[in-house]
């Protein structure tokens, strides 16, 4: 049985991670805790990229749930188009910024109860709001934390709320405010779902994963093939233009 891992394991592991970046930013664009809210749900089932490139724009004019509203269902449409499912995303947004105008006095509340009423907010969302604009030591489980925490041996689990209490359980206090974006970075460009690379993982002999990657040794040994007499270029000179 793979051994569990120790309070000491996550100190390292977030350590390194640490050292790598160490003031980790979400990738999403936001101005306001209002354009996080709203960035975080487009970006359900959608790449931070793909959202950003969309919501550059749209946070020019509208920045604010009054001015969100007032753009409207059918403008918000259009600006989201190449969001996936953005119709319904549309509706969200304009139904979420009529409530923060009418109930909230156009702020984000702070509180859970109170982000995951709005439409189209759930418990991932308000943990990203709540950690990002308001600095609370909350977990949002993405696919990336979820796959992350389960390879690892971090903190498996079944379900994403499992893997959120097992993080809060296991990760340093000092980690935990940050830790949420260490992961998703570590998980989108490292730990990637497919073909995760080991070989350059700063975190690979923590790592409890029983399939790790190994370097492509046929592909390097390619690359050290001594080259044939009279192939070669001669030094100092580039290729001609054609
Ligand atoms: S060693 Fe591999 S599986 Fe483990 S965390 Fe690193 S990239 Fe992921």
Redesign the pocket.
């Known amino acids: 049985m793979t051994k569990p891992f120790s309070k000491q394991d996550a100190e390292i592991f977030f350590a390194r991670l640490r050292a790598a970046i160490p003031e980790p930013k979400t990738e999403l664009h936001f101005v306001n805790p209002y354009t996080l809210l709203v960035a975080v749900v487009l970006s359900a089932q959608a790449t931070d990229k793909g959202v950003n490139k969309a919501t550059q724009p749209l946070f020019k004019v509208a920045d604010t749930p009054a001015k969100m509203a007032a753009l409207g269902e059918a403008r918000l449409t259009d600006a989201i188009k190449t969001i996936g499912l953005f119709r319904n995303k549309a509706k969200n947004v304009i139904a979420l910024s009529r409530i923060l105008v009418e109930r909230h006095a156009g702020e984000v509340p702070h509180e859970r109860e109170a982000l995951e009423a709005l439409p189209g907010v759930g418990r991932k969302t308000a943990n990203v709001v709540l950690n990002v604009a308001f600095g609370e030591k909350t977990m949002a489980v993405d696919t990336h934390i979820f796959r992350?925490a389960n390879?690892?041996g971090l903190a498996p689990g079944k379900t994403p709320r499992d893997v959120e209490d097992g993080l809060l359980r296991k990760i340093p206090d000092a980690y935990l405010l940050d830790a949420h974006h260490w992961l998703i970075l570590?998980g989108r460009y490292?730990?990637v779902a497919r073909q995760?690379?080991?070989p350059i993982?700063i975190?690979?002999d923590l790592?409890r994963?029983a399939h790790?990657?190994v370097a492509d040794t046929k592909k390097s040994l390619q690359l050290r093939k001594p080259v044939k007499a009279g192939s070669a270029r001669p030094r100092g000179k580039t290729r001609p233009p054609r």
């Open positions: 992350v390879r690892t570590h490292v730990c995760p690379k080991c993982c975190v690979r790592c994963y790790k990657t």
